[in-house]
């Protein structure tokens, strides 16, 4: 059986308002949400988070149903980090309207003894000191990868660059990619990012314009997944952070440009799939063949000659 990666960040309820004004409220969200069932396609998650009493029961047995051990998942009095959120009509653009951080605010990624032994991490977005304080307490040396939002960047950048350092990896969009790295053109960009931090890779996530993976090797670019209909792009980048990783711990962390080619492939896919529903409501209807499917119609898609 594959080893399992673990996921450390933040559990959420969502509130989302869709252009035409249909709102979907206190659906499952927060980039572990998201990563947990993108990468339960391929291995078992280990989850370091808090939810609140308010978080619903169906939820969790969603995380377990894709083979999750919550042992790190803390259930404190109060209520759950909340994001509520509108879109444009493109889809390609939201407004924050409102965070409620709740039990989160207090989040202390405390690590159950049969988490420290990892051999695959994913650092989701959280304070770069939390992130930190979860790689203080992990034994020998994981294949670590990290994520980290705008506010971190600008407010917490000594701590997040020492995250960074810690890391074999990091999937990042491509506004932080350039806050990150200091450079606009994004190919020069992401190559900084492996030449600065020593990486052995990194994933640029452009959303419906696909993303670049980038190694020591150079910088590959790679398209989205068509999609006619575009449900609810909430997630995706997460998914697809879950479905990279889910791919590398399956093929015991090969790092290898053609593993690494491939498992932008099976991301793409996820992500793809975690469009097409509200919330995570796609991907529970979703089978592993089904990943393995659409992943393989991608490699056609973009094989040229």
């Known amino acids: 059986m594959s080893a399992p990666v673990l996921a450390i960040g933040s559990i959420a309820l969502d509130t989302i308002r869709m252009p035409g004004g249909k709102v979907y409220k206190d659906v499952a969200g927060g980039s572990c949400t998201y990563f947990i069932h993108g990468a339960g396609f391929f291995v078992p998650v280990r989850v370091v988070g808090v939810v609140g009493e308010d978080f619903p029961k169906k939820y969790l047995d969603g995380f377990r149903k894709c083979g999750a ?13 909340q994001w509520h959120g509108t879109y444009q ?3 390609n653009n939201r407004n924050t309207d409102a965070l409620h951080f709740g039990v989160f605010e207090t989040f202390d990624p405390v690590l159950p003894e049969k988490f420290r032994a990892s051999k695959y991490v994913f650092l989701a ?9 979860a790689l203080d ?24 660059d020492r995250v960074i350092r810690r890391c074999q990896g990091m999937i990042v969009n491509d506004r932080e990619a350039r ?24 994933a640029l ?23 006619a209909k575009v449900a609810d792009p909430t997630g995706a980048g997460d998914c697809f952070a879950g479905g990279f990783m889910g791919r590398l711990a399956r093929t015991g962390g090969r790092l290898d440009l053609k593993n690494l080619k491939r498992a932008c492939a099976d991301a793409t896919a996820v992500a793809s799939y975690a469009c097409e529903g509200v919330s995570h409501s796609a991907l529970l209807r ?20």
């Open 179 to 202: 806050l990150i790295s200091g450079e606009d053109n994004l190919v020069k960009a992401a190559s900084a990012l492996v030449r600065k931090y020593r990486l052995r890779f990194m």
């Open 286 to 305: 979703t089978a592993p063949a089904d990943i393995g499917k659409r992943a393989a119609d991608f490699v056609r898609m973009t094989r040229l000659g």
């Open 125 to 133: 977005c959280s304070q770069p000191e939390l992130q930190n304080r």
């Open 205 to 227: 996530k452009k959303g419906e314009h696909g993303g670049l993976l980038a190694t020591r090797e150079g910088v590959f670019p790679f398209p989205a997944y068509p999609l």
């Open 69 to 81: 051990d919550l042992a790190g998942l803390r259930i404190l009095p109060g209520k759950t980090f």
């Open 137 to 160: 307490q992990l034994a020998g040396s994981p294949l670590a990868v990290c994520d980290t939002i705008e506010v971190y960047i600008g407010n917490d950048r000594p701590a997040l």
């Open 89 to 91: 009509k493109d889809m």
